[in-house]
């Protein structure tokens, strides 16, 4: 089915611990952006990228790795995870200048 | 932050009335974006208005653009209680090292039936 997937939904991990969280789309769109959604913040680009082995920071990089081998996927690392990472994060892709298409989101807990 | 800012943060009208939130946002844009979103669910995308243009409508949804004033509102006409939702705007700002998006904090509308 075409359309853009999250996986996990939803994940607990401990502090500390490496996690990946991946996206994967059908699109071909060759925009894919990786967002946190926490409360009193709204949406937060994370990364994105414009292409394949094109990836830009975005507003809140800091702690989190992407890459992009493959234009369909786009794969978010959290490196050595923190508490103040647990949040809802989404993938999306698209192009700026046109809208961009979400996924279902990733619930992700570090305790 | 550069983020835009919705007002207002929270709405409750009746079904049938008309909604209207705003955004205001800090940076030139190239555009500027509204998204719904479901309690849980991912964000839709609405409706996408271009820096050059003043207003745009889609169905039930009006969109304004006042560039000199850095705000953009969004109607919706004839409210159902199924545009019950989070309402967004996003802009695709423009700075010198490149262009970068921004998300407001929202609008949460209760459409009461």
């Known amino acids: 089915d075409a359309g853009i997937t999250q996986s996990p939904r939803y994940k607990i991990t401990e502090t500390g611990r490496q996690v990946t969280l991946m996206c994967h789309q059908t699109?071909?769109?060759?925009?894919m952006f990786w967002y946190r959604q926490d409360l009193g913040h709204g949406l937060r680009l994370i990364y994105y990228?414009?292409?394949?082995?094109?990836?830009d920071k975005g507003e809140v990089p800091d702690g989190y790795v992407v890459s992009r081998s493959k234009t369909e996927n786009f794969p978010l690392t959290l490196e050595s995870a923190t508490r103040s990472q647990t949040s809802v994060y989404f993938c999306?892709?698209?192009?700026?200048?046109?809208?961009?298409?979400f996924g279902p989101g990733t619930r992700l807990t570090v305790t | 932050s550069q983020q835009g800012e919705e007002d207002p943060q929270a709405l409750s009208i009746q079904e049938g009335e008309n909604a209207t939130m705003n955004c205001s946002y800090k940076t030139s844009i190239n555009n500027l974006q509204w998204y719904r979103q479901n309690s849980g669910r991912g964000l839709v995308h609405l409706i996408l208005?271009?820096?050059?243009?003043r207003e745009k409508h889609s169905g039930r949804l009006r969109v304004t653009l006042d560039t000199s004033k850095k705000s953009s509102s969004l109607l919706i006409t004839a409210s159902r209680a199924a545009d019950t939702a989070s309402y967004f705007c996003a802009t695709d700002a423009i700075f010198y090292t490149g262009n970068q998006f921004y998300f407001g904090t929202g609008t949460s509308l209760t459409v009461i039936p």
């Open positions: 999306a892709s698209g192009l700026m200048r046109f809208g961009q298409y």
């Open positions: 208005i271009r820096s050059n243009e």
């Open positions: 699109w071909s769109h060759s925009y």
């Open positions: 990228s414009a292409a394949a082995d094109i990836t």
